[in-house]
């Protein structure tokens, strides 16, 4: 296949059609197109997400980011005093609507057993969101 000239390319770029998923607003609607920001734990761990998504599957942060009352002016929240493991899984749970398998390693010559994540980590962390009528 031969090489295209710049102009040649300029024209056929112009032509392009854009991509599928910029152009489907089903999708773009769902997701929506802003973004926030949650620190989590001592060490500051950041989790970026859809705020439309996290606000339709969470409706703590609905009452987070939409109230004019919480003093909330940037799309940041902080849990300083939570596990960013549990939030880890909890924004699997946002995206994927299921959560990880939960796997445990045994280990040998002790009465040990620790688990691939911290399902009570979890559910400290739903509580604190009002998600026990929820399925996370």
Same mark, same amino acid.
């Given at each position: 296949?031969?090489?295209?000239?710049?102009?040649?390319?300029?024209?056929?770029?112009?032509?392009?059609?854009?991509? +599928?998923?910029?152009?489907?607003?089903?999708?773009?609607?769902?997701?929506?197109?802003?973004?926030?920001?949650? +620190?989590?734990?001592? =060490?500051?761990?950041?989790?970026?997400?859809?705020?439309?998504?996290?606000?339709?599957?969470? !409706? #703590?942060?609905? /009452?987070?980011? /939409?109230?004019?009352? /919480?003093?909330?002016?940037?799309? /940041?929240?902080?849990? !300083?005093?939570?596990?960013?493991?549990?939030?880890?899984?909890?924004?699997? &749970?946002? =995206?994927?609507?299921?959560?990880?398998?939960?796997?445990?390693?045994? #280990?040998?010559?002790?009465?040990? +057993?620790?688990?691939? &994540?911290? !399902?009570?980590?979890? #559910?400290?962390?739903a509580e604190k969101l009002h998600l026990h009528s929820s399925r996370p």
């Amino acid at each position: 296949m031969p090489l295209k000239s710049p102009q040649e390319r300029e024209h056929s770029e112009a032509k392009m059609e854009p991509p +599928i998923f910029g152009a489907n607003e089903e999708c773009s609607g769902f997701l929506g197109s802003e973004i926030v920001e949650l +620190i989590v734990g001592k =060490y500051e761990e950041r989790f970026l997400i859809e705020k439309k998504l996290l606000c339709r599957r969470i !409706p #703590y942060f609905r /009452t987070i980011f /939409t109230s004019k009352d /919480t003093g909330t002016l940037e799309n /940041t929240d902080r849990f !300083p005093d939570d596990d960013s493991g549990a939030f880890s899984i909890l924004m699997e &749970w946002i =995206y994927d609507d299921k959560l990880p398998k939960l796997g445990a390693i045994f #280990y040998d010559g002790a009465n040990e +057993i620790q688990f691939t &994540w911290q !399902p009570v980590s979890l #559910y400290c962390l739903a509580e604190k969101l009002h998600l026990h009528s929820s399925r996370p």
